[in-house]
Every structure is written in structure tokens, then in C-alpha cells.
């Protein structure tokens, strides 16, 4: 039975940083291709960082640059370190496979508010 938790969200100011936790147990971070998502208010949650099995990383046009998804094997943990962060970055954050859908299971989320 897959489970995700994700922790580390929190009320920041701009220009700060920030890094989200996923422990994960049912599926394997490390051999399954991951991501992180957002849904802010109102809108659709996309897909703003994934990581290959491989390890390779590929980012939305708005993280690019700013945040890096990483992943501890051995922990069966995925990260996602947040910099410069922005208020456009309010959403909650979630993880799950690349591919995960709406009718997939998917975990409580972290939420980030980015705010002066």
C-alpha cells in the first residue's frame, strides 16, 4: 500500500528558502520516476519537478533555476529545495509518481505560503 508524507511547508518571506521532505513507503523513490506538484488556490495542481530513475531532474519554466529535486535512496525519501522563493509559489505541495492522476492516491500535502 503506497503512502506518501510530506512535511517541511511553513509561512516564509520572498527571497527565502525552503526544503520539502517525502517519505515514501510502497513504491520505491529510487526506482520509480517521481515528482513534486503544487496546487495553489484555484487552480489545477501541475507537475513542477520530477526526477528520473536515472536521477536526472527537470523543472517547470517556474522553478527552473530556483528549486532542485533531489532523493535519498536509502531514506526512500524525495526532497525539493525551494530558493527564491516567490508569493507565486503558495500552493500546497505535494508528491507522487510522474504520472500520478487525480483518481491516484495522494498524501495530506505541506502547505507553503510565501509572504512579507
Known amino acids: 500500500q503506497v503512502q506518501l508524507v510530506e512535511s517541511g511547508g511553513g509561512l516564509v518571506q520572498p527571497g527565502t528558502s525552503l526544503t520539502l521532505s517525502c517519505a515514501a513507503s510502497?513504491?520505491?523513490?529510487?526506482?520509480?520516476?517521481m515528482g513534486w506538484y503544487r496546487q495553489a488556490p484555484g487552480k489545477e495542481r501541475e507537475l513542477v519537478a520530477r526526477?528520473?530513475?536515472?536521477?536526472?531532474?527537470d523543472y517547470a519554466d517556474s522553478v527552473r533555476g530556483r528549486f532542485i529535486i533531489t532523493r535519498d535512496s536509502y531514506k526512500n525519501t524525495m526532497y525539493l529545495q525551494m530558493n527564491s522563493l516567490k508569493p507565486g509559489d503558495t500552493a500546497i505541495y505535494y508528491c507522487?509518481?510522474?504520472?500520478?492522476?487525480?483518481?491516484?492516491?495522494w498524501g495530506q500535502g505541506t502547505q507553503v505560503t510565501v509572504a512579507s
Open positions: 526526477i528520473t530513475s536515472g536521477g536526472t531532474g
Open positions: 510502497g513504491l520505491s523513490v529510487r526506482f520509480d520516476a
Open positions: 507522487n509518481k510522474q504520472h500520478a492522476g487525480a483518481s491516484d492516491y
